[in-house]
């Protein structure tokens, strides 16, 4: 299964969420995270980083994964917006609350994020 996460305040914050999701034994067990870069707009240099890629293997857990996300954000000093993306569903977390997180978990697994590998 493959999805995508998007960061509110830019690459800096993308490159933080992208070493904490590799630094978790449980993500990193079941999860592997690339980056994808954009082109580059108007008087920038490169390529832009805008999101993450992430291929989910044996073992995945959405709830997993959505806690070391929900953790990340709490880490930062301006919790940032985080889009989470699998096909045609969208997932917000902009608040952090638990209802929020319950309900990102969810809707990962009904879009095939739950555990039990590539769907």
């Known amino acids: 299964m493959r ?6 305040l ?4 993308l490159r933080s969420l992208q070493g904490w999701l590799r630094a ?19 008087g920038e240099m490169g390529t832009v980083l805008d999101v993450l890629e992430l291929v989910t293997g044996n073992g995945w857990s959405a709830a997993s994964f959505v806690l070391a996300v929900a953790a990340w954000r709490q880490s930062r000093p301006q919790r940032p917006r985080v889009e989470i993306r699998r096909g ?3 997932i917000v977390l902009a608040e952090g609350s638990e209802e929020e997180i319950a309900r990102a978990v969810r809707a990962l697994e009904a879009a095939g994020g739950g555990e039990g590998g590539d769907r």
């Open 3 to 8: 999805l995508e996460l998007q960061v509110g």
């Open 10 to 13: 830019g690459a800096g914050e």
């Open 24 to 42: 978790d034994p449980v993500v990193r067990r079941s999860v592997v995270v690339g980056v994808r870069g954009g082109v580059p707009g108007p």
């Open 88 to 90: 045609e569903t969208v």
